[in-house]
């Protein structure tokens, strides 16, 4: 098993960072790949980042170039850094695992609580 917990969250301006954190505990990291999904009041889930077990990564094109997602096996942590924030990526935000592909479907064994984030002037 393998438990998944969000942390930093929090609200911002247009225009400002955050950096969300995974915190994972249970199994040994190196074996998952790991996603971040986000869900907006009225809207569907979707993926945004992830980053495999080798460390390949994918994007969103709604958010390439501005987000980063990485991880660090020996800290059990994966992150994702978010600049240039817009209002439209107000969302709850669930880190997500499975075996070791990168994939921005929902097809993941293990899920976070989540964590708010909110860009509001």
């Known amino acids: 098993q393998l438990q998944l917990v969000e942390s930093g969250g929090d609200s911002v301006q247009p225009g400002g960072s955050l950096r969300l954190t995974c915190t994972v505990s249970?199994?040994?990291?190196?074996?998952?790949?790991f996603s971040w999904f986000r869900q907006a009041p009225g809207k569907k889930r979707e993926g945004v980042a992830c980053?495999?077990?080798?460390?390949?990564?994918n994007y969103a094109d709604s958010v390439k170039g501005r987000f980063t997602i990485s991880r660090d096996n020996a800290q059990r942590t994966v992150h994702l850094q978010m600049n240039n924030l817009k209002a439209e990526d107000t969302a709850v935000y669930y880190c997500?695992?499975?075996?070791?592909?990168?994939?921005?479907?929902?097809?993941?064994?293990?899920w976070g609580q989540g964590a708010q984030v909110t860009v509001v002037s």
């Open positions: 249970g199994f040994k990291l190196d074996y998952f790949g």
């Open positions: 980053i495999s077990s080798s460390s390949t990564t």
């Open positions: 997500a695992a499975r075996f070791k592909d990168c994939v921005l479907y929902e097809e993941h064994d293990y």
